[in-house]
């Protein structure tokens, strides 16, 4: 059965840091290119990190949070990680994990909500 339960949303001030969970259900987990997402009020879903199989586990960022974000997975837990530093508050929305190739049609988890305060 597929599962993904994010967790680790908190509200937080700018300039702070989370860390975020993505516990998944083998079915989705192995053997698959991981990514968090994050969809902000009024906005549509967006990805903003990846972390592919092989290669030492390459990493992706989107330009927005490059260089304060890192995601990282954890393979004997089948969990993917998000932390999150130097917080700002336009990265204030709810964040999904999923597959790289996720698309809206998808089983989607509920997400966890982060805000950042000014």
């Known amino acids: 059965q597929a599962q993904l339960v994010e967790s680790g949303g908190d509200l937080v001030q700018a300039g702070g840091s989370l860390r975020l969970s993505c516990t998944v259900s083998?079915?989705?987990?192995?053997?698959?290119?991981m990514a968090w997402y994050r969809q902000a009020p009024g906005k549509q879903r967006e990805r903003v990190a990846g972390?592919?199989?092989?290669?030492?586990?390459?990493?992706n960022y989107s330009d927005s949070v490059k260089g304060r974000f890192t995601i990282s997975r954890d393979n004997a837990k089948n969990t993917v990680y998000l932390q999150m530093n130097s917080l700002k508050p336009e990265d204030t929305a709810v964040y999904y994990c999923?597959?790289?190739?996720?698309?809206?049609?998808?089983?989607w988890g509920q997400g966890t909500q982060v805000t950042v305060s000014s």
């Open positions: 999923n597959t790289w190739s996720a698309t809206q049609s998808d089983y």
């Open positions: 083998e079915t989705i987990f192995s053997r698959r290119h």
């Open positions: 972390i592919f199989i092989g290669g030492g586990g390459a990493t």
